[in-house]
């Protein structure tokens, strides 16, 4: 453009300095914050969900007290309430001091373990802002293919060795009356996989995770992660034989291993299931004390018949380790842009 073309006149000189003008300052806009769940970290095995940058020790000993306690709390409450009715037609449930184990009694405890499934849900979702479901496995969900081949393949050979754990030296017998059989057999049936479930989230999901989390180390923190649960599993069925523990101690470690390979806890929910549902059976159909023989984990109780169960579950446990040495174990996929908020 020519300066001297009239066609495009210039400003009137004035003499004053121009002073250019500046754009509006623009407000600051904060970043908005995340909401909803923390998505579970693509790429990574089942123990190290809850893993971060910080170890966050002192949250992950908060989780297992509030599991724990939530545990005893559920129990006391429903075991009491179950007390309070059995009072009202004559009998006297355990949780009364009494020897009667009724099946409303039976329903109760189940019941109160099985509220551990949603409990560790919510205590993995406020302390560490993940989503609950993903206790389930490293997809979110409850693999029901999982669960029909572990229960298809691993349930004849562990159902033995129940049987032989539990027949070898049956309690003496005592009088059922036939509703009590009933009602056991029904609440049985539908209560206790539940119950094992519950224990299932609890102890090799929740507690799993949170101890798996306190070691950058993926193998560390796995070994952490089966120690802490494992033991945190034998000390609170608080039994004092030694025959007892040792069972008690392999199953968890057997368990857990098992939950890290198969990135879930469905194959553990099937042998826990089977375990306790079997041996309910067992003692019905056989018209034992139920109650003095569960009950009674005082030293000098167990047997080195438990060794059959320890050995069988941790071969379970060595082979799905070594049908996953290929594959290793399983990862989490990458989260959903749409995740459901439990």
């Known amino acids: 453009m020519n300066p001297n073309d009239d066609r495009f006149p210039s400003a009137p000189d004035t003499g004053a300095v121009q002073t250019p003008v500046r754009a509006p300052a623009q407000p600051d806009v904060p970043t908005p914050r995340r909401r909803g769940p923390r998505p579970v970290p ?24 509030l599991l724990v306690a939530g545990l005893f709390a559920f129990s006391i409450v429903f075991s009491q309430a179950a007390a309070f009715v059995d009072a009202q037609m004559g009998r006297t449930n355990p949780a009364a001091g009494g020897t009667d184990y009724t099946p409303l009694y039976h329903g109760a405890t189940m019941f109160s373990l ?29 693999r029901f293919d999982v669960f029909g081949r572990a229960l298809l393949f691993i349930g004849p050979f562990w159902l033995i060795a129940v049987t032989v754990m539990n027949v070898s030296a049956p309690p003496e017998q005592t009088h059922w009356p036939v509703a009590d059989l009933v009602g056991m057999l029904v609440l049985t049936l539908l209560l206790v996989p539940l119950q094992t479930a519950g224990e299932e989230y609890g ?34 069925h608080g039994a004092g034989d030694p025959w007892i523990n040792l069972w008690y101690f392999t199953l968890a470690v057997s368990l857990a291993v098992i939950t ?18 079997l041996t309910f059976l067992l003692l019905i159909a056989l018209h034992i004390d139920i109650g003095a023989s ?10 080195p018949i438990l060794l059959v169960p320890s050995v069988t579950v941790a071969v379970i446990a060595a082979v799905v380790w070594l049908r996953t040495r290929r594959t290793g174990p399983a990862l989490t996929t990458h989260p959903d842009p749409h995740p459901v908020r439990v």
């Open 294 to 303: 569960i009950a009674d984990r005082s030293a000098g109780t167990g047997s």
């Open 260 to 277: 890290w390979r198969t990135g879930g806890i469905e194959t553990a929910v099937v042998i826990h299931a089977l375990l306790n549902t």
């Open 42 to 65: 693509p790429g990574v095995e089942y123990h190290r969900v809850l893993a971060g940058d910080k170890r966050r020790i002192a949250r992950g000993i908060l989780a297992i007290v």
């Open 203 to 236: 102890l090799r999901g929740l507690v799993f995770r949170v101890a798996g989390s306190w070691n950058r180390g993926p193998r560390t923190a796995l070994v952490v992660g089966v120690l802490v649960s494992s033991l945190v599993f034998t000390t609170i």
């Open 114 to 142: 099985a509220l551990l499934i949603p409990w560790s849900m919510l205590i993995q979702r406020w302390l560490y802002g993940v989503k609950g479901a993903s206790l389930h496995s490293v997809v979110s969900r409850f």
